[in-house]
């Protein structure tokens, strides 16, 4: 038995962490800028290499500022961030942040081990879903998405940072901003 299954677990596979498809790819746009704004990288779910350390990180991450401890818990929290009914007056501008936060949870969430991949993608879809049902192109989603950077507590002021991470990312050969809108997921 070698050091990892000693201790219950294993080298993790790059396959785990790296979008496979242009749907897989679709899905990490949604949460790219924030990925990057994070230090974590457009090329990997939620940002992150899936393996221990990581997981731990981004379950602690879930855990204090969305109250996820669970399966359970982060999709209830996706639920009610989709739902219009949640969303106060004024906070139609936000909508695409919020949107990018129940993606990026949910990539977290696959990190974490709480939801396999193919959770992810079937959860992800309905995310793709309400941000089709608002935004016509990758372009307008993002400026959508700064905008409610500058609403939200903790980096509204950050509003230029995500503009040029936005700008770096469209610049990408086979980054983010290049699979098709319409993609089916």
């Known amino acids: 038995m070698g050091l990892f299954g000693l201790f219950g677990g294993n080298k993790s596979n790059p ?15 949604v949460y790219a800028l924030w990925s990057e704004y994070c230090g974590g990288s ?4 939620g940002g ?3 393996n221990r350390s990581n997981a731990s990180m981004v379950r602690g991450v879930l855990n204090r500022d ?18 219009e009914e949640n969303r106060e007056a004024g906070e139609e501008e936000k909508r695409a942040f919020d949107y990018g936060c129940a993606g990026n949870m949910l990539a977290r969430g696959y990190i974490g081990g709480y939801l396999t991949k193919e959770e992810l993608m079937a959860e992800s879809a309905k995310v793709a879903k309400a941000i089709r049902a ?5 372009q307008e989603y993002a400026q959508q998405y700064i905008t409610g950077v500058g609403m939200e507590s903790g980096v509204a002021d950050k509003q230029e940072k995500f503009r040029e ?3 770096r990312l469209v610049a990408i050969p086979n980054g983010p901003y290049t699979v098709k809108w319409d993609t089916p997921l």
């Open 15 to 29: 396959e785990d962490s790296i979008p496979q498809n242009d749907a897989e790819r679709w899905t990490v746009g």
């Open 42 to 45: 457009y090329k990997y779910f």
């Open 48 to 50: 992150y290499e899936k």
């Open 66 to 83: 969305w109250v996820v401890s669970g399966k359970e818990s982060l999709l209830d929290m996706v639920d009610y961030i989709l739902k």
């Open 134 to 138: 608002h935004y016509n192109s990758w």
């Open 165 to 167: 991470i936005y700008e």
